[in-house]
């Protein structure tokens, strides 16, 4: 019997049918595991997962590989973005136990849940002999099996442990961190490190508010040339938009195709706010078209954001979106064929597979001449019309609360820059007045979203799939994403709703997943537990749930003054500052957010009848410095605590401006106000 059939996730229900006796993550599986004295196999992947899907090809679609599972486990299966407590609790045995972690994760546990074997993906034979032998020994060497779970469980609790050492995230520690990222850095390709390369956005977003603070080059430099690799290689989308989860070679050229909410929230954030600091036509570009994705192709009228595009197309990587040369002719001509043979370095020969290519741009079209300009967007168009008539990749339409939240806060900073360069004579006037329209209304769209659904009484769940919340509470990454997204909002629209919104959630956080020494755990005190309670301060893929929650506790405290909010975040700042120290690669959240503190974060109060149009609120957001906090509206506007006591200067619009505590006078030009912006 396979009882996936009634569930939220996309990727339980992509196992439905298999003739696997699938249960859900629950306490009645555990149960039966006991009453029939079988160990429990736990697999874990999500629906845009590659590899995930070869291995339930080859194996949990099986007749025999099914039976052989239903005979001697109880089989689980886990969504881990829907679980990412689950996740994390057995990646951390994973790789305790053979080095190395990934998806689909593959674990045998007790039926208390203590794990005592883990791996990732096992072909076919090797899954097969696999079972047959954890069959084995769990009847006739039970004693050493659960010697080694328990060898486990307490390898898992040392790596997830709280209380270690701290210190102050000062300036020498945040300039000794842009030291070590220089240090790493690929000065070819951009980015760090080797294959696969993934997006490195939160260190993007680092060294950019480094830059800004102390004016260093270097970190804008690394920033400008990473983002401009980026966007000119195969894992940014050349025709639609969006980027691709990582690259599998060092430059950038072949994507693993799936394209992943979180990653295109952060990265629009990155290209935002290098147009913003540059004015780079690139940035602009990809900004716009990344929102563009977001809204066109991620965001679900009425509801948020679904979480991710698949990897796969009809069960082949890349179906959707390689090409040939002959393609290319037939989809455009012989002319615009071989030109955009040559502009998207398309070969005979392929980059990807059986001599197929993935569009890399391989000329400068944004400089470039208007009437280049003019078939190059041509070309980009008749393209796009000729791949929406292949097959498509599907969509896990699953709505997670946490990357709503980074997405939400991306598309309020986009909105902010792209209203200050708006120019009815800009060539793409029209395109970016309608990007920027379908993008606000599907940021509000996923706020009342967040807010009418996923909030049951006042505690955050993670996941809503068609307008329905799912079971799974939120961990405190939902907590912290969706706080400072609130605070983001306030700023966006003056409504005070979504400021106390925001505080209720991070009280929530304090009261239900603080830890010792001011860090935190990632699952509430009254959450499920496991066989260890997870509490990982590393910046990997997406923010650690402490970074999020210290950004939205910075973001708060400066909008109503509330210190005790600021101290909760440099107390966990504190726990988090050796990793910045020694490995800033896997801490760019929290450095970013330490560089607001560093910063002030500075508090920037416009009070004025037209906070649309008002230059003030524009200079205020040209010019902001790290992790500033910018309102504008009318004076002593309710729920609106930077406005309170702040009235117009003799009739005009005034601007205050606030940090470490210290008000400077009010000012009422442009002028003064970049000066004390400066």
């Known amino acids: 019997m396979n009882r ?12 439905a049918d298999n003739p696997v006796d699938w249960w859900p993550w629950s306490d009645e599986a555990f149960a039966e595991a006991k009453r029939r004295d079988v160990p429990v196999l736990i697999s874990v992947g999500y629906a845009a997962c590659h590899w995930c899907h070869v291995m339930a090809h080859e194996s949990f679609e099986n007749e025999q590989v099914g039976a052989l599972m239903n005979d001697n486990f109880v089989s689980i299966k886990v969504d881990r973005e829907e679980r990412p407590d689950v996740d994390a609790v057995y990646m951390t045995a994973t790789q305790a136990m053979t080095g190395q972690g990934g998806w689909p994760m593959t674990v045998f546990a007790t039926p208390d849940g203590t794990p005592f074997f883990c791996g990732t993906y096992f072909p076919r034979p090797n899954f097969v002999q696999l079972l047959q032998s954890v069959t084995t020994a769990w009847r006739e060497q039970r004693e050493a099996v659960l010697g080694q779970g328990a060898a486990v469980v307490e390898a898992i609790g040392g790596a997830q442990a709280v209380g270690g050492p701290t210190a102050p995230l000062d300036a020498p520690l945040l300039d000794a961190a842009a030291g070590r990222l220089a240090g790493e850095y690929d000065a070819t390709n951009g980015g760090f490190g080797g294959a696969p390369k993934f997006p490195p ?3 993007m977003l680092f060294l950019l508010r480094h830059h800004q603070r102390t004016g260093d080059p270097r970190s804008l430099e690394i920033t400008r040339h990473t983002a401009e690799a980026m966007a000119r290689g195969g894992i940014y989308d050349q025709l639609a938009g969006g980027f691709a989860r990582y690259s599998v070679d060092a430059h950038w050229t072949v994507p693993h195709f799936e394209k992943m909410l979180y990653d295109n929230a952060l990265l629009l954030r990155v290209y935002t706010q290098v147009w913003r600091l540059t004015g780079d036509p690139l940035a602009r570009r990809v900004a716009r078209d990344t929102a563009r994705f977001l809204a066109d192709e991620l965001h679900r009228p009425g509801e948020g954001f679904a979480s991710a595009l698949d990897a796969d197309t009809e069960g082949v990587e890349g179906l959707t ?11 455009l001509g012989e002319d615009d064929g071989r030109w955009a043979t040559d502009l998207f370095a398309v070969t005979e020969e392929g980059t990807f597979e ?6 890399r741009l391989a000329r400068d079209v944004d400089d470039a001449a208007p009437e280049t300009r003019a078939r190059w967007q041509q070309v980009v168009g008749r393209l796009l019309s000729a791949r929406d008539t292949r097959p498509q990749p599907a969509r896990d339409d699953k709505v997670v609360a946490a ?6 806060t991306a598309i309020v900073e986009f909105l902010q820059v792209a209203a200050l360069s708006a120019s009815p004579q800009d060539e793409d006037a029209n395109l970016m007045e309608g990007v920027t329209i379908v993008a606000d209304g599907a940021l509000r769209d996923a706020a009342e979203h967040l807010a009418a659904v996923h909030l049951v009484d006042g505690r955050l769940r993670r996941v809503s799939r068609n307008g329905k919340v799912g079971d799974p509470a939120g961990v405190l990454e939902d907590y912290g994403c969706v706080a400072e997204a609130f605070c983001a909002l306030h700023q966006l629209t003056g409504e005070g709703r979504w400021l106390t919104l925001a505080g209720e959630l991070l009280d929530a956080a304090l009261a239900h997943f603080a830890a010792p020494g001011g860090a935190f755990y990632d699952t509430a005190d009254d959450a499920e537990r496991l066989v260890a309670r997870p509490a990982d301060p590393t910046d990997n893929a997406t923010p650690s749930g402490r970074s999020a929650l210290i950004a939205g506790l910075v973001a708060y405290a400066a909008l109503t003054g509330e210190t005790r909010y600021r101290e909760a975040a440099e107390a966990a700042l504190a726990t988090v500052a050796p990793i910045v120290g020694q490995h800033p690669r896997f801490a760019g959240y929290a450095a970013m957010v330490g ?3 560093l910063s002030g974060p500075y508090e920037i109060a416009v009070a004025t009848d037209d906070p649309a149009g008002d230059p003030l609120v524009a200079a205020a957001h040209r ?3 790290p992790g500033a906090v910018v309102v504008a509206g009318r004076p002593d506007q309710p729920g609106v605590p930077l406005l309170a006591d702040r009235p117009l200067v003799d009739g005009r619009s005034a601007a205050y401006v606030c940090r470490g505590f210290v008000c400077q006078r009010p000012v009422t030009s442009v002028e003064e106000l970049v000066a004390e912006l400066g």
């Open 201 to 203: 956005h939160m260190n």
């Open 623 to 625: 010019h902001a410095p």
């Open 403 to 408: 990357w709503n939240g980074l997405a939400i």
């Open 595 to 597: 560089e607001a503190l």
């Open 354 to 359: 059986h001599g197929m290519s993935v569009l």
């Open 4 to 15: 996936l059939v009634d569930a939220t996730s996309p990727y339980l229900l992509q196992h």
């Open 321 to 331: 979106y390689a090409w040939t040369p002959a393609q290319l002719v037939e989809a």
